[in-house]
């Protein structure tokens, strides 16, 4: 009932850049916040950013100065400028929403465990 598709991965060489996008669809009622998190093999998930819907924001510290993370509330898309790249930003990122959806009964149903399928950055010369 509620999808999150991320977009805009890929191969970048170091101190390139990047733009995420993450589009969340269906019954949607309310986007409290929404959020990029990244993963790379035999490590837990890790915060990179996320928004609210106030509009502040919070950054990983490995993150901060370099990548920036915007919403578009009225197409439920949120952003993940990614610059001055470095190896270690490699991994898959994941898109997760924390939001209100009416589910086939009408129902209000909250939740913060909606993720996108991921999309792989890969930064290497």
């Known amino acids: 009932q509620v999808q999150l598709v991320e977009s805009g991965g890929g191969l970048v060489q170091p101190g390139g850049s990047l733009r995420l996008s993450c589009a969340a669809s269906g019954r949607i009622v309310n986007i409290y916040a929404m959020a990029w998190y990244r993963q790379t093999p035999g490590k837990a998930r890790e915060l990179v950013a996320e928004i609210k819907s106030d509009g502040s924001t919070n950054y990983a510290d490995s993150v901060k100065d370099r990548f920036t993370i915007s919403r578009e509330n009225a197409k439920n898309t949120v952003y993940l400028q990614m610059n001055s790249l470095k190896p270690e930003d490699t991994a898959v990122y994941y898109c997760?929403?924390?939001?209100?959806?009416?589910?086939?009964?009408?129902?209000?149903?909250?939740?913060?465990?909606?993720w996108g399928p991921g999309t792989q950055v890969k930064v290497s010369s």
């Open positions: 997760n929403a924390d939001l209100v959806h009416k589910n086939y009964v009408d129902e209000f149903v909250a939740g913060k465990d909606f």
